[in-house]
């Protein structure tokens, strides 16, 4: 079955840098788009950022554009989400996710923290 498994996430300085990491399985990573979506505490979860099959093609989220960087690895069965310049406002869980078959599936999430 499709799973995806989130890592990287924790405490940061405002100005820091994280790199979160989704390894894939259950289904052929190089065929689909992916994405990551955070979601902060009483808010709804939201895009932060997404790649096409062949990474190719990226978009972002207004907030994060010139700060997060997503890129994937086929051969690794990975998306990475490159995070620098982490502002308190990016404190959230970060999640994973795929369209697969028509449904949609996430990660566990990963919580990323942004404090002094």
């Known amino acids: 079955q499709v799973r995806l498994v989130e890592s990287g996430g924790g405490l940061v300085q405002p100005g820091g840098s994280l790199r979160l990491a989704c390894v894939a399985s259950g289904f052929t990573f190089s065929s689909y788009a992916m994405s990551w979506y955070r979601q902060a505490p009483g808010k709804e979860r939201a895009l932060v950022a997404a790649?096409?099959?062949?990474?190719?093609?990226?978009n972002y989220a207004d907030s994060v554009k010139g700060r997060f960087t997503i890129s994937r690895d086929n051969a690794k069965n990975t998306v990475y989400l490159q995070m620098n310049s982490l502002k308190p406002d990016d404190t959230a869980v970060y999640y994973c996710n795929v369209w697969w078959r028509g449904w949609a599936y996430w990660g566990q999430g990963t919580q990323v923290t942004v404090s002094s």
């Open positions: 790649i096409t099959s062949a990474g190719g093609s990226t």
